[in-house]
């Protein structure tokens, strides 16, 4: 088993920056990639970000390329999320996930490990 628990969240005006973190603990050996998820109330889950935890590859949504930063300290098993110039369109619960194949990247159903979430809201 994984557990990954989320931090970082809270309340940001509008233009501003959060840095997420998400650190894993458990079996994180099996683990090949930590990708980044949101859901805003009312609609679906959204792929955000994933890196692949070994050899550092990265993938991110295009809406959100240029403002999102996916990172990872393997010493920490522990991966970031750095969000600039934040809008509330950006107002979600940001969700960790952990997944045990390398090509999963933006398949929510295809991790099998869940964090519990935190909560970002961007004022206007």
């Known amino acids: 088993q994984v557990q990954l628990v989320e931090s970082g969240g809270g309340l940001v005006q509008a233009g501003g920056s959060l840095r997420l973190s998400c650190a894993a603990s458990?079996?994180?050996?099996?683990?090949?990639?930590m990708g980044w998820f949101r859901q805003a109330p009312g609609k679906e889950r959204e792929f955000v970000a994933a890196?692949?935890?070994?050899?550092?590859?990265?993938y991110y949504a295009d809406s959100l390329k240029g403002r999102i930063t996916i990172s990872r300290d393997n010493a920490k098993n522990t991966v970031y999320l750095q969000m600039n110039s934040l809008r509330p369109e950006d107002t979600a619960v940001y969700y960790c996930?952990?997944?045990?194949?390398?090509?999963?990247?933006?398949?929510?159903?295809?991790?099998?490990?869940w964090g519990q979430g935190t909560q970002v809201t961007v004022s206007s």
């Open positions: 458990g079996r994180t050996f099996s683990i090949w990639t």
């Open positions: 996930a952990a997944a045990q194949s390398s090509t999963v990247v933006g398949a929510g159903a295809l991790y099998e490990y």
């Open positions: 890196i692949n935890w070994s050899v550092g590859r990265i």
